[in-house]
């Protein structure tokens, strides 16, 4: 998956000095990135020599994000408190452009598919709800010499409309193309939201005609553009496969929401999911949003939120969660 949701025990801490960082978090570091990290349906089946974790060719940047002031105010701790309770939702900006929605819990977000080399900025933004709290840690530690450091942190406290953010340089990131600026106003926003919708239904009907390698082709167009950057050109995910065959079988279908899709507009991009209503059920009281749900016998498959951008006049589906 590209970011892990956790009901942390209160209390618990990981710690990291300036110089390596714990065990603890150098596994939770590795595993938030990679293009063979469990992402997509399927996953937990791929046997482990498959499902190597290739070097990034950048230190990866995770956002720590959780509901407790614990550790926020810290030196040396990254891992945000927070009992296992819905919130906002709050939506993560970076850099003028929604790219992830936090709903509760501790979560860790690799922000690797979006950061530039330069000056960065993280904003936690939300209607109401909260309070939120986030740090943003850089390095993998997945050898002995190397460094997890903290870049910044930031707050949003609980109440009505606000916003709370951070500024940091990433240091050297991997060239990425630029997204094409939309238009102020409402005419960006209307302009966003039919493109995203478009794409949404492009899968849709791609999950209808079992065709996966339409499906496929549209959820990743994006990654498969920031993925080798970050990665290297020779680096090949069993993901995609899984999601054809997952598409491709004749018992899968999208299953028909009840819920409205909810908008989310930047600069340069566009968030669209559906906010699941609260399961009685669940083992965890944190929904989780999606824009997609494939329904094959009694799994679910779930897909979204989808970040949509525009490049070179085109738009397509940069960023999928899939899960």
Same mark, same amino acid.
């Given at each position: 998956?590209?970011?892990?949701?956790?009901?942390?025990?209160?209390?618990?801490?990981?710690?990291?000095?300036?110089?390596?960082?714990?065990?603890?978090?150098?596994?939770? @570091?590795?595993?938030?990135?990679?293009?063979?990290?469990?992402?997509?349906?399927?996953? #937990? =089946?791929?046997? /482990? !020599? %498959? *499902?190597?974790?290739?070097?990034?060719?950048?230190?990866?940047?995770?956002?720590?994000?959780?509901?407790?002031?614990?550790?926020?105010?810290?030196?040396?701790?990254?891992?945000?408190?927070?009992?296992?309770?819905?919130?906002?939702?709050?939506?993560?900006?970076?850099?003028?452009?929604?790219?992830?929605?936090?709903?509760?819990?501790?979560?860790?977000?690799?922000?690797?598919?979006?950061?530039?080399?330069?000056?960065?900025? @993280?904003?936690?933004?939300?209607?109401?709800?909260?309070?939120?709290?986030?740090?943003? #840690? =850089?390095?993998? /530690? !997945? %050898? *002995?010499?190397?460094?997890?450091?903290?870049?910044?942190?930031?707050?949003?406290?609980?109440?009505?409309?606000?916003?709370?953010?951070?500024?940091?340089?990433?240091?050297?990131?991997?060239?990425?193309?630029?997204?094409?600026?939309?238009?102020?106003?409402?005419?960006?926003?209307?302009?966003?939201?039919?493109?995203?919708?478009?794409?949404?239904?492009?899968?849709?009907?791609?999950?209808?005609?079992?065709?996966?390698?339409?499906?496929?082709?549209?959820?990743?167009?994006?990654?498969?553009?920031?993925?080798?950057? #970050?990665?290297?050109?020779?680096?090949?995910?069993?993901?995609?496969?899984?999601?054809?065959?997952?598409?491709?079988?004749?018992?899968?279908?999208?299953?028909?929401?009840?819920?409205?899709?909810?908008?989310?507009?930047?600069?340069?991009?566009?968030?669209?999911?559906?906010?699941?209503?609260?399961?009685?059920?669940?083992?965890?009281?944190?929904?989780?949003?999606?824009?997609?749900?494939?329904?094959?016998?009694?799994?679910?498959?779930?897909?979204?939120?989808?970040?949509?951008?525009?490049?070179?006049?085109?738009?397509?589906?940069?960023?999928?969660?899939?899960?």
């Amino acid at each position: 998956m590209d970011d892990r949701t956790h009901a942390r025990p209160k209390g618990v801490r990981v710690a990291m000095s300036r110089l390596s960082a714990v065990a603890a978090v150098g596994l939770l @570091l590795v595993a938030s990135v990679g293009p063979s990290r469990a992402d997509g349906p399927g996953a #937990a =089946k791929v046997p /482990a !020599a %498959a *499902a190597a974790e290739p070097a990034p060719r950048f230190p990866p940047v995770n956002a720590h994000i959780g509901t407790s002031a614990e550790g926020f105010d810290r030196d040396g701790v990254i891992v945000i408190g927070g009992e296992a309770r819905a919130v906002g939702p709050v939506h993560l900006f970076l850099s003028g452009d929604p790219v992830a929605v936090y709903t509760g819990g501790w979560r860790m977000r690799p922000l690797d598919p979006w950061l530039r080399a330069g000056p960065n900025t @993280l904003e936690l933004r939300a209607r109401a709800g909260g309070p939120a709290y986030v740090k943003l #840690a =850089k390095g993998s /530690a !997945a %050898a *002995a010499d190397d460094k997890v450091t903290e870049l910044a942190r930031a707050m949003l406290p609980a109440g009505k409309e606000r916003s709370g953010e951070a500024k940091f340089d990433p240091g050297e990131r991997p060239a990425l193309p630029a997204w094409d600026e939309l238009p102020a106003g409402a005419a960006g926003e209307a302009e966003a939201r039919k493109h995203a919708a478009e794409l949404l239904d492009r899968l849709r009907d791609g999950a209808r005609r079992h065709d996966g390698k339409a499906f496929v082709r549209t959820y990743r167009a994006g990654r498969d553009i920031w993925e080798p950057a #970050a990665f290297g050109p020779d680096v090949r995910s069993p993901v995609p496969a899984r999601v054809r065959a997952v598409v491709d079988d004749p018992a899968t279908a999208p299953v028909a929401e009840d819920r409205p899709l909810e908008f989310v507009v930047g600069r340069r991009a566009v968030l669209a999911y559906v906010r699941p209503a609260p399961d009685p059920d669940s083992v965890s009281p944190v929904p989780r949003p999606y824009s997609l749900r494939l329904r094959r016998g009694e799994s679910t498959f779930l897909f979204g939120p989808i970040q949509c951008v525009r490049i070179k006049g085109e738009w397509l589906i940069w960023h999928v969660e899939a899960r």
